[in-house]
């Protein structure tokens, strides 16, 4: 283990890797503090430049980079104008922006950078002690234990999906899987699905599919109400003063602390991730805090504030945990990260470590250092980096659909391939117009093949399906995914027939 | 009947055609050695389809007796007050973008798509737009095609440079 670490840590320090890690920061957080672009839309859109780079290592860093520097970009765009880019910095914004009212948006922002930090970093550490133990156990499974496993993760992500949502995304999941199954696959050489379109042949593409589901409606929705997007308030020209008070220090650091495992453990779970860990650690820490603290809450508080931050940062480094030890992404940006990586001919599971321990531990040391450069470098420059949020949507718009259409272009070099864009992401809008969430459907159809090529192992080896019940622990893991999804829509049901009784 | 449960019943009519294909098309074309399989391509498929008409009609029959969602704060229900026609004339945009780009090549169409995307959606500094979308025109294609390498037509192809 200490020798694939040095490998890592050689990898992660190289110049190469360390531009790619600054510059995808920079990137990400400037692109993050866009309306309308999460981080699921800028990586997707910066997935073709990766694969370009050729290096997995540096591929990866770059697109890790990327995520830090989006989740940060989503804090500041929260923060200043009170338009939480992504769904995980929306409690971000309950303190942080009567902050930047009162006139405190600079420690509002030094505030968040350093709970971000000390969030990512203590992930960071917590990932390093976790992965390999969880790696060397998955060693262990078989591709019936894989199956299984993988229908525990998409049925995980259905039941976090909220009250009332947990059939929508099951069939939302489902959907994904029904995707992956056109083209041909490589399991058994013939075309499926296909409906005779050549360009079907190889199936849909992956980024392709992220972009409809994520960029295209974000930005349709930003055309259709124009207020969506947010207005920078006069009182962001007033980003001075970074500095905060030691009193102000003393009050977040067991805040931080509690946050960051926390996250950690949340966005360890398939499905829950950043935005559940952050909604989470603020309530917690408002329960938690003093009766004079918390009436302080959603009106400027330091801990109201650091607690979502450190949480959302932990939590997005613990979503790295299934992905790179059993190759299941808990999340829709550790999926599209899963994509790429698969893109890239590296195949994230338990084997990962001792295989590519290269690939692995500069993964994970590069999220010390990008959490690091997002300190010392995004935070002086985030005055300047502000300013792309007084762009005009009169520009900014047609920019981002343009971006859009490049990224599935670039992906597969195909120009049908942006019709099938623009398709997808019309259906994409229509269905978040009716509350089905978009994420599911994207990790279904990046999982699929795998779920599908683990099954039909698993079905040859034991000339049937008879593995399922013949496998203690495939049955075990079975059952679990069963009553995930059951028990919650269960309970759902019976809580909403009681309160129309009631 | 609310909007989510009218798309369910539309994803069940398609996962019933799916279904229907997977159970009753696929298979007279698989090579007779490969029905001594234990898996054929058309496994997986059947599974999915019919978990997948169970799971729809599940939504359909609002199983979980959800109330009533709204997608993002965007009510369907007040589409009245929405940018529909800039966001249909946008989508054609993109539509337009996908057929012309190799028939106009990279810099014309993305021209096009900038400029028409930002007056339609009310940029009137017209000089200083179609200044912005040709340098971003021009830039753009020299990072994809020189710096990443990945090719693309520049120009129409009727010039034939």
Not at chain 1, 275 to 304: C, D, H, M
Request: aromatic share 10%; proline share 5%; charged share 10%.
């Amino acid at each position: 283990m200490l020798e694939g670490f040095l490998i890592g840590l050689e990898t992660a320090l190289s110049i190469k890797n360390l531009l790619m890690v600054i510059g995808g920061c920079i990137i990400g957080t400037f692109i993050g503090m866009l309306p309308g672009l999460g981080p699921m839309s800028i990586i997707a859109i910066m997935i073709p430049v990766a694969i370009s780079i050729g290096d997995p290592s540096a591929a990866i860093i770059l697109l890790a980079g990327v995520y830090y520097g989006a989740v940060f970009g989503g804090s500041t765009s929260s923060i200043l104008i009170n338009a939480p880019g992504v769904a995980s910095t929306v409690a971000t914004s309950f303190d942080g922006y009567p902050m930047t009212r009162q006139g405190k948006a600079g420690k509002a922002l030094t505030i968040a950078a350093i709970a971000s930090f000390a969030g990512g970093t203590i992930g960071a550490i917590l990932l390093v002690l976790f992965a390999p133990a969880l790696a060397s156990v998955a060693l262990l499974f078989h591709s019936s234990e894989y199956f299984a496993l993988m229908v525990v993760g998409l049925s995980a992500i259905a039941a976090f999906a909220g009250t009332g949502q947990i059939t929508k995304a099951v069939l939302m999941t489902i959907a994904g899987l029904v995707l992956a199954t056109i083209g041909e696959g490589a399991q058994f050489n013939m075309p499926r699905f296909t409906m005779g379109i050549m360009d079907l042949q190889s199936g849909i593409g992956f980024i392709t599919l992220a972009m409809a589901m994520f960029a295209i409606p974000e930005t349709l929705f930003l055309i259709l109400d124009p207020n969506r997007s947010g207005k920078p308030d006069e009182k962001q020209s007033e980003i001075t003063n970074l500095r905060i008070t030691k009193d102000e220090a003393k009050q977040i650091t067991p805040v931080i602390a509690r946050q960051s495992l926390q996250g950690f453990l949340i966005g360890v779970m398939p499905g829950a991730g950043a935005t559940i860990a952050s909604f989470l650690g603020y309530a917690v820490e408002r329960n938690l805090a003093s009766p004079e603290e918390r009436e302080q809450f959603g009106k400027g508080s330091v801990k109201g504030l650091a607690a979502p931050e450190s949480a959302n940062n932990a939590a997005c480094t613990g979503s790295f945990v299934p992905l790179l030890t059993l190759g299941i992404p808990g999340s829709g940006t550790t999926a599209i990260l899963l994509g790429a990586l698969i893109a890239l001919n590296v195949s994230p599971g338990p084997r990962l470590m001792e295989d590519q321990p290269e690939i692995f531990w500069s993964v994970i040391l590069s999220m010390y250092f990008g959490n690091l450069v997002l300190l010392i470098l995004n935070l002086p420059l985030i005055p300047y980096i502000a300013k792309v949020l007084t762009v005009p949507r009169t520009f900014l718009i047609p920019f981002i659909l343009f971006f859009t259409l490049m990224g599935a272009y670039i992906g597969q070099n195909n120009a049908t391939e942006l019709l099938f864009l623009v398709g997808l992401g019309v259906t994409a809008t229509i269905l978040r117009f009716a509350a089905f969430p978009l994420a599911p459907l994207l990790i279904g159809f990046i999982l699929g093949p795998m779920l599908e090529d683990n099954f039909s192992r698993a079905t040859q080896l034991y000339d049937g399906i008879g593995f399922m019940w013949e496998r203690p622990m495939t049955t075990a893991l079975l059952l679990i995914a069963i009553s995930l999804i059951v028990l919650p829509a269960w309970r759902s049901r019976r809580a909403a027939v009681s309160l129309k009784k009631g | 009947m609310a909007l989510d449960r009218y798309i369910a019943l539309i994803i069940a009519v398609i996962f019933l055609i799916y279904g229907y294909t997977a159970f009753f098309e696929m298979d007279g074309l698989l090579p007779p050695i490969l029905k001594r399989n234990p898996i054929w391509p058309s496994t997986f498929p059947k599974i999915l389809s019919v978990i997948g008409v169970l799971a729809a009609l599940s939504v359909v029959i609002n199983l979980e007796k959800a109330g009533k969602q709204i997608g993002d704060d965007l009510d369907i229900a007040n589409w009245r007050e929405y940018k529909v026609v800039q966001a249909l004339l946008l989508i054609g945009g993109m539509v337009l973008y996908a057929l012309t780009l190799r028939s106009l090549g990279f810099l014309a169409s993305t021209f096009m798509f900038l400029t028409g995307g930002s007056i339609l959606l009310g940029e009137r500094r017209i000089v200083r737009l179609a200044l912005i979308t040709a340098i971003a025109s021009y830039g753009i294609w020299y990072l994809v095609d020189t710096v990443l390498g990945i090719y693309m037509t520049p120009y129409p192809r009727w010039l034939d440079l």
